[in-house]
């Protein structure tokens, strides 16, 4: 049985996966992410992308977080900008929307996902991965503890703040 210790996850038999495309979820499993993204991102919607990839992470059969991902080819076809990505001829991915309910932050959650996405992603034969990150936003510190680099950096005209894009071969 999993217990956390010190705010950290000791086993992980009680932690559970779902990877699925967005679209293909029942609409309680949506309602649920939803509402945790909004509790991370208050001032934010939930925007997705076509053929937009989530992974799921359960503990005790409860949504405590999810990460998107959707892969370059996606990221063209649906002429997205890129800020200066580096899309290079090596198959990536763009991860977004990595969010942990605020009740279960700092206990590894957020690890556990980065790690199950890589997973995810090197199966499907990718070769690296890349995300866009606010350079005040708590997750740079997660990302670059799990071996992405910085690449780029540009500034968000909405808010008038410096973006950093990070990238992490697989």
Do not use: A
């Not at 217990?3 to 009680?14: D, G, L, Q, T």
């Not at 979820?25 to 925007?47: A, E, V």
């Not at 790690?115 to 990302?143: A, P, Q």
Request: hydrophobic share 35%; charged share 20%; proline share 1%.
């Amino acid at each position: 049985e999993n217990s956390i210790i010190n705010n950290k996850i000791k086993y992980n038999n009680n932690i559970h996966y779902i990877e699925s495309l967005y679209n293909n979820l029942s609409y309680d499993f949506k309602k649920n992410i939803q509402n945790i993204y909004k509790l991370c991102f208050p001032n934010k919607n939930m925007n997705l992308l076509n053929d937009t990839m989530i992974i799921i992470c359960l503990y005790n059969d409860n949504i405590v977080g999810s990460v998107c991902y959707i892969d370059n080819n996606s990221l063209i076809k649906n002429n997205i900008d890129i800020h200066g990505y580096n899309i290079t001829m090596h198959k990536g991915s763009f991860i977004y929307n990595l969010c942990v309910h605020p009740d279960f932050r700092r206990m590894g959650f957020g690890n556990l996902l980065i790690k199950k996405l890589k997973d995810c992603i090197r199966k499907n034969g990718d070769k690296y991965v890349h995300t866009h990150v606010e350079e005040n936003n708590l997750s740079l510190k997660l990302f670059k503890k799990n071996n992405f680099y910085e690449e780029n950096h540009y500034i968000n005209n909405d808010k008038k703040n410096r973006v950093i894009t990070l990238f992490s071969w697989l």
